[in-house]
T-cell receptor, first 112, second 114 residues
């Protein structure tokens, strides 16, 4: 099992709908979880981070963490065409010296 | 500085040449990471530092890759005898604390080996 897994997509969502992005991780001891957005040809930019079980909301974005099931998700409400990008999930891996490991990313396409 | 600065922005090297990529992290940031990102893939971990100490270099693909951060600030990633498979974007990121802090990325260096 890979340390951080994401569906590569593309995930197509109509404008105005909710986009749901998922990520699973292998290290039960992981404590920090991050979502980054990456536009083509650009570097990743932080959208949200979450450390505790449950939901964390920031504007149109909600991060959800379930440590028992080892998954973290990102919901984007009222999706806009500008949300079209690759979304990277990143997790700290304790059994690898607390490094931050990225998934391969999910490509999201918002349909106008 | 205001953000993580990487140079050069683009580098073209002939196969067999040595290259050096520079990363200047956000002032005061303790941790510094290097990642390699191939087209259409997520960033792959290469190595990371806490201050001047290189805590993990398990992601370096071969002994042709070497990274240093001698004074705990600027870091250099060196690739010797470049090969075509080294072509990728090399991303540097820094964070403010030892654990659990988000990474802030530079713009990356796009290396093309011909």
């Amino acid at each position: 099992q890979k340390e951080v897994e994401q569906n590569s997509g593309p995930l197509s969502v109509p404008e105005g709908a909710i986009a749901s992005l998922n990520c699973t991780y292998s290290d039960r001891g992981s404590q920090s979880f991050f979502w980054y957005r990456q536009y083509s040809g650009k570097s990743p930019e932080l959208i949200m981070f979450i450390y505790s079980n449950g939901d964390k909301e920031d504007g149109r974005f909600t991060a959800q963490l379930n440590k028992a099931s080892q998954y973290v998700s990102l919901l984007i409400r009222d999706s806009q065409p500008s949300d079209s990008a690759t979304y990277l999930c990143a997790v700290n891996i304790l059994n690898r010296d607390d490094k931050i490991i990225f998934g391969k990313g999910t490509r999201l396409h918002i349909l106008p | 500085g205001a953000g993580v600065s990487q140079s050069p922005r683009y580098k073209v090297a002939k196969r067999g040449q040595d290259v050096a990529l520079r990363c200047d992290p956000i002032s005061g940031h303790v941790s510094l990471f290097w990642y390699q990102q191939a087209l259409g893939q997520g960033p792959e971990f290469l190595t990371y530092f806490q201050n001047e100490a290189q805590l993990d270099k398990s992601g370096l693909p071969s002994d042709r890759f070497f990274a240093e951060r001698p004074e705990g600030s600027v870091s250099t990633l060196k690739i010797q005898r470049t090969q075509q498979e080294d072509s990728a974007v090399y991303l540097c990121a820094s964070s403010s604390a030892v654990k659990n802090s988000p990474l802030h990325f530079g713009n990356g260096t796009r290396l093309t080996v011909t």
